[in-house]
């Protein structure tokens, strides 16, 4: 289809482990945005690219957690050092951010749900 | 960008009208009212946003008050399939920035 999509949808990793997240935007959009959804709380921010260039990585909560957008299109969230609380459903948006004409609609993708054992 | 306070939880009866509150009395003049909704195990989707005008699509109807402090969305004949948590947020359009999306509301509505 023509949406956000996201690999894998479930993955289970034991503490300590390397895992890595990814996600497909929406051909065209510049902007991709990464959150992570605890369950019974609402999605919050981990990071924002415009283009390749992370244009604000407020939300990561530690240097175990990094993205990458290289060429533009598809990004990778990569968390080292896996724990238990990094237990979560990460999403992932895509917007075709532009001056004029555009809704700051964000499209998300289905999630990947990260489970540490 | 600004806060926004919603009631946690609503029930609705399945073909009446649902009427989401949402308080978002720091809104500065230039921040636009989002909402979005997200059905179990699927991720949030854009219903509407507005200005200061009250706003209309195939979804959902936007009202908000005179003075930007509070808004409702109203969805005009709810079904089951709109049982979902809806999410009221405030942001600047072209901000190039994150939407905070808060706790939200879990409409349930009822057959």
């Known amino acids: 289809g023509a949406g956000v999509s996201q690999t894998p949808s479930n993955k289970v990793t034991e503490k300590g482990k390397y895992v890595e997240l990814r996600c497909d935007p929406i051909s065209g959009h510049t902007a991709l945005y990464w959150y992570r959804q605890s369950l019974g709380q609402g999605p919050e921010f981990l990071i924002y690219f415009q283009g390749t260039g992370a244009a604000d990585d407020s939300g990561l909560p530690n240097d175990r957690f990094f993205a990458v957008r290289p060429e533009g299109s598809v990004s990778t969230l990569k968390i080292q050092r896996t724990e238990r609380g990094d237990s979560a459903v990460y999403l992932c948006?895509?917007?075709?951010?532009?001056?004029?004409?555009?809704?700051?609609?964000?499209?998300f993708g289905e999630g990947s749900r990260l489970t540490v054992l | 960008d600004a806060k926004t306070t919603q009631p946690t939880s609503m029930d609705c009866a399945e073909g009446r009208a649902a009427n989401l509150p949402c308080n978002h009395s720091?809104?500065?003049?230039?921040?636009?009212v989002y909402w979005y909704r997200q059905i179990h195990s699927q991720g949030p989707q854009y219903i509407i946003h507005?200005?200061?005008n009250n706003e209309t699509n195939e979804m959902a109807s936007l009202i908000i008050t005179e003075d930007r402090k509070s808004s409702t969305l109203i969805l005009p004949h709810a079904t089951l399939r709109d049982t979902a948590v809806y999410y009221c947020?405030?942001?600047?359009?072209?901000?190039?920035?994150?939407?905070?999306f808060g706790s939200g509301t879990k409409l349930n509505v009822k057959p």
């Open positions: 948006a895509s917007s075709l951010e532009a001056l004029g004409g555009n809704t700051g609609e964000l499209f």
């Open positions: 507005g200005l200061k």
């Open positions: 720091t809104i500065s003049g230039n921040e636009y």
């Open positions: 947020i405030v942001r600047v359009l072209y901000n190039f920035n994150k939407f905070y």
